[in-house]
């Protein structure tokens, strides 16, 4: 079974950075599309940012201006670049990747059938 494995994730400060990681942990073709989502208590998973199988990638608005997303060096991994991180991003992070052949929505979580069990992120003084 494939399994997602993100890293990175912590406590920082407001204005500071973190580098999300996540990597499938089994061997496989190359994922459609791989995404990060966000999660706080009571709240649905939001989309954050997704990377297709070319390697394109697209930032939600109200974060492109700080977040970035792209392939890891390994096959089948992505990265979550944040900086200038603000109170309001304290969440959940979790990797998501489509292993069909075509996403045809990619900010949603039903297009998603791989999870990681995500990293916490908390941005506090």
């Known amino acids: 079974q494939v399994h997602l494995v993100e890293s990175g994730g912590g406590l920082v400060q407001p204005g500071g950075s973190l580098r999300l990681s996540c990597a499938a942990s089994a061997y496989r073709s190359s994922f459609d599309v791989m995404a990060w989502f966000r999660q706080t208590p009571g709240n649905e998973r939001e989309w954050v940012a997704s990377?297709?199988?070319?390697?394109?990638?697209t930032v939600d608005n109200s974060v492109k201006d700080r977040f970035t997303a792209a392939h890891g060096d390994r096959k089948n991994s992505v990265y979550l670049q944040m900086n200038r991180l603000k109170p309001e991003d304290t969440a959940m992070y979790y990797c998501a990747a489509n292993s069909r052949f075509f996403t045809k929505e990619i900010d949603s979580e039903s297009s998603y059938d791989f999870w990681g069990q995500g990293t916490q992120v908390t941005v506090s003084t």
């Open positions: 990377v297709s199988r070319g390697g394109r990638a």
